[in-house]
């Protein structure tokens, strides 16, 4: 496939726009400047964000078309739950595609904010709208209480929306999600210890949906493993493709997860009094 059309010649790391030089162990491979149309073609050469476009652009067609069989949608009561949790796991990895896909765009600096802005908007969708059957369900007994924290976990996520989208760097991006993944962790405690309810097995599907997104993070930040071998991971292999991978993994165990808890409401009954 990548033969299908010959590329242009690609530029090392300090012949590339400035706004583009954000991770100085990956050496080579960085696309010229481009028009939407050259960025198109970009998908059938080899440079360095191929594997990010990909890593991220076949799982959101394989969710597109898959992830709707497998969610009872006739069998829930309240359908918008299945609407947001298919909603969330679609959107990171559309703005993502875009990001990857249309970042050296001849619109320079500008372009490359917004598709960022649309990036980072995506990965705090899936954290909204992903957690919000989790509540809803946890609190599932609890009308009042279920509907002040889906409330007050929007008001939380718009916070963090405004800085994931505003962020200049990766460390500040990554703790416009903390206050969100607190939310989530006093209900996880909530389930165990307290009188919230959900299936026995979702749980530690949420759990491991979380530490994937924690240690991908993580990983991108610290730039492993390009920082130790600068230039061997230019293409493949790399922290961010690394982190694409673990968000993927992220995303099936928020599905798996959600899938439990869809099938275990339907033969659950609060108990009166």
Same mark, same amino acid.
């Given at each position: 496939?990548?033969?299908?059309?010959?590329?242009?010649?690609?530029?090392?790391? /300090?012949? *590339?726009?400035?706004?583009?030089?954000?991770?100085?162990?990956?050496?080579?491979?960085?696309?010229?400047?481009?028009?939407?149309?050259? %960025?198109?073609?970009? =998908?059938?050469?080899?440079?360095?964000?191929?594997?990010? #476009?990909?890593?991220?652009? @076949?799982?959101?067609?394989?969710?597109?078309?898959?992830?709707?069989?497998?969610?009872?949608?006739?069998?829930?009561?309240?359908?918008?739950?299945?609407?947001?949790?298919?909603?969330?796991? !679609? %959107?990171?990895?559309?703005?993502? $595609?875009?990001?990857?896909?249309?970042?050296?765009?001849?619109?320079?600096?500008?372009?490359?904010?917004?598709?960022?802005?649309?990036?980072?908007?995506? $990965?705090?969708?899936?954290?909204?709208?992903?957690? =919000?059957?989790? #509540?809803?369900? *946890?609190?599932?007994?609890?009308? /009042?209480?279920?509907? *002040?924290? =889906?409330?007050?976990? &929007?008001?939380?996520?718009?916070?963090?929306?405004?800085? /994931?989208?505003?962020?200049?760097?990766?460390?500040?991006?990554?703790? /416009?999600?903390?206050?969100?993944?607190?939310?989530?962790?006093?209900?996880?405690?909530?389930?165990?210890?307290?009188?919230?309810?959900?299936?026995?097995?979702?749980?530690?599907?949420?759990? &491991?949906?979380?530490?994937?997104?924690?240690?991908?993070?993580?990983?991108?930040? &610290?730039?492993?493993?390009?920082?130790?071998?600068?230039?061997?991971?230019?293409?493949?292999?790399?922290?961010?493709?690394?982190?694409?991978?673990? $968000? @993927?993994?992220?995303?099936?165990? !928020?599905?798996?997860? *959600?899938?439990?808890? !869809?099938?275990? &409401?339907?033969?659950?009954?609060?108990?009166?009094?």
């Amino acid at each position: 496939m990548m033969g299908l059309y010959q590329g242009p010649r690609l530029l090392d790391f /300090a012949k *590339t726009p400035p706004h583009l030089q954000f991770n100085k162990y990956v050496l080579t491979g960085y696309r010229p400047v481009s028009t939407a149309q050259e %960025c198109l073609r970009s =998908l059938f050469y080899m440079h360095n964000e191929l594997g990010n #476009i990909y890593t991220h652009g @076949i799982p959101f067609l394989l969710f597109l078309v898959l992830l709707p069989l497998s969610i009872p949608w006739k069998e829930v009561d309240s359908t918008w739950i299945c609407v947001v949790h298919y909603l969330a796991c !679609l %959107c990171p990895t559309v703005g993502s $595609v875009l990001y990857h896909l249309f970042m050296n765009h001849v619109g320079g600096e500008h372009v490359y904010d917004t598709l960022l802005s649309l990036d980072m908007f995506g $990965v705090c969708l899936v954290n909204t709208l992903g957690a =919000l059957p989790i #509540i809803y369900i *946890t609190l599932l007994c609890y009308p /009042a209480v279920q509907q *002040t924290a =889906l409330l007050a976990y &929007i008001l939380i996520s718009a916070h963090g929306i405004y800085y /994931a989208t505003t962020a200049r760097t990766n460390i500040t991006r990554l703790k /416009a999600f903390v206050w969100q993944a607190l939310f989530r962790f006093v209900l996880f405690l909530f389930r165990v210890y307290g009188n919230g309810v959900g299936s026995p097995n979702s749980l530690r599907f949420f759990i &491991i949906m979380d530490a994937f997104a924690v240690l991908g993070g993580l990983v991108n930040i &610290i730039q492993i493993p390009e920082r130790f071998s600068p230039g061997l991971f230019d293409n493949w292999g790399n922290s961010h493709q690394i982190m694409h991978v673990m $968000v @993927i993994c992220s995303i099936i165990y !928020l599905h798996w997860g *959600t899938m439990e808890d !869809l099938n275990w &409401i339907k033969s659950f009954q609060c108990p009166t009094g």
